[in-house]
């Protein structure tokens, strides 16, 4: 059963780069399968950011194309979000999650809380 | 403003039975794309209720149901628990977008 976990800072400067990793158990990144990022605002709805397939190719939301970047780690089955110039906008619950039959997204992470303040 | 419309909010009391719309358009719902569920339990995170528009996984009780007609999908809950409380979304995929959307969200109350 795959299992996934979100991981990094808890807490980013405005203008910094948020990095974050999801680090997958019970299956390999490399299996036929996209794997994504979503965020959700506190008190908010959920937001694609964007995903990515073992080979390298890449997919990313319009609105945050140009800050973000997604990669993969085949050594050590995970893949990694880096959104830089972060702004309080910024803030919210990180999820990574199975983007699966390139349809649905499941299972999910936990998700982690990052804050942009100063 | 999200891509996929969905009320705020809904209630019913214990043993109703509550529809949640999701209204897209012809860029997402519309097109030959399907609708899935995720529901969000206060503090968790989602997890998918129902995928390819109607289809349940495994663990999902039957008292979940969901169609898809048109530029428009709907979940249905049957015979409300309290458990149910909870946060609900919609998704698909956007073809002008060229990603996924989410619905904006609906919370469920159990009066």
């Known amino acids: 059963q795959v299992q996934l976990q979100e991981s990094g800072p808890g807490l980013v400067k405005p203008s910094g780069t948020l990095s974050l990793t999801c680090t997958i158990s019970?299956?390999?990144?490399?299996?036929?399968?996209?794997w994504s990022w979503v965020r959700q605002p506190p008190g908010k709805g959920l937001e694609w950011i964007g995903e990515?397939?073992?080979?390298?190719?890449?997919n990313y939301n319009p609105s945050l194309k140009s800050r973000a970047t997604i990669s993969v780690d085949k050594s050590q089955n995970q893949f990694s979000l880096k959104l830089s110039s972060v702004t309080a906008a910024d803030t919210a619950v990180y999820y990574c999650?199975?983007?699966?039959?390139?349809?649905?997204?499941?299972?999910w992470g936990q998700g982690t809380l990052v804050t942009v303040s100063s | 403003q999200s891509v996929l419309t969905q009320p705020p909010s809904v209630s019913g009391a214990p043993g109703q039975r509550v529809t949640i719309s999701c209204t897209g358009s012809?860029?997402?719902?519309?097109?030959?794309?399907?609708v899935h569920w995720y529901q969000q339990l206060p503090g968790t995170a989602p997890k998918l209720l129902i995928y390819?528009?109607?289809n349940r996984p495994s663990g999902v009780p039957d008292r979940f149901s969901g169609s898809k007609s048109g530029t428009s999908a709907s979940l249905a809950i049957t015979g409300l628990q309290a458990e149910d409380e909870a946060d609900y979304y919609c998704?698909?995929?956007?073809?002008?977008?060229?990603?996924?959307?989410f619905g904006g969200g609906t919370k469920l109350t159990v009066l």
């Open positions: 012809s860029s997402n719902i519309g097109s030959r794309y399907d």
């Open positions: 998704q698909s995929y956007d073809s002008s977008l060229t990603g996924s959307v």
């Open positions: 990515i397939y073992h080979r390298g190719s890449t």
């Open positions: 390819g528009n109607s």
């Open positions: 019970g299956g390999s990144i490399s299996s036929s399968n996209w």
């Open positions: 999650a199975r983007y699966y039959s390139t349809a649905w997204f499941d299972p």
